[in-house]
């Protein structure tokens, strides 16, 4: 059974700092890219950052880079977010996601999310 389970959100003061985890099991962890999501209330789900699977190639959203920092440790399973210096703005449900990809086909599973308030 897959899953995927993230932990970390809450309630910080703009300036703060949080992070997020997301503890995955049930398929092979180092072969699937990780990224982190989010949706604010009323807009779209977007990309805040992503990890290969092999090479640990990242990727930011313009709005979070130099700010935030996405890392995986495959020995646990795990990817992680580190969000500093964080704005109202950044104020969403962030989404776990892990993407394998092959000329095969693929497979996308996500979580349930955790809430990041940023509100003084």
């Known amino acids: 059974q897959v899953q995927l389970v993230e932990s970390g959100g809450g309630l910080v003061q703009p300036g703060g700092s949080l992070r997020l985890s997301c503890a995955a099991s049930?398929?092979?962890?180092?072969?699937?890219?990780m990224s982190w999501y989010r949706q604010a209330p009323g807009k779209e789900r977007e990309l805040v950052a992503g990890i290969t699977s092999t090479t640990g190639i990242i990727n930011y959203a313009g709005s979070v880079k130099g700010r935030f920092t996405i890392s995986r440790d495959n020995a646990k399973n795990t990817v992680y977010l580190q969000m500093n210096s964080l704005k109202p703005e950044d104020t969403a449900v962030y989404y776990c996601?892990?993407?394998?990809?092959?000329?095969?086909?693929?497979?996308?599973?996500w979580g349930q999310g955790t809430l990041v308030t940023v509100s003084s």
């Open positions: 049930g398929f092979t962890f180092s072969s699937y890219a």
């Open positions: 996601n892990a993407r394998f990809t092959s000329k095969y086909g693929g497979k996308d599973y």
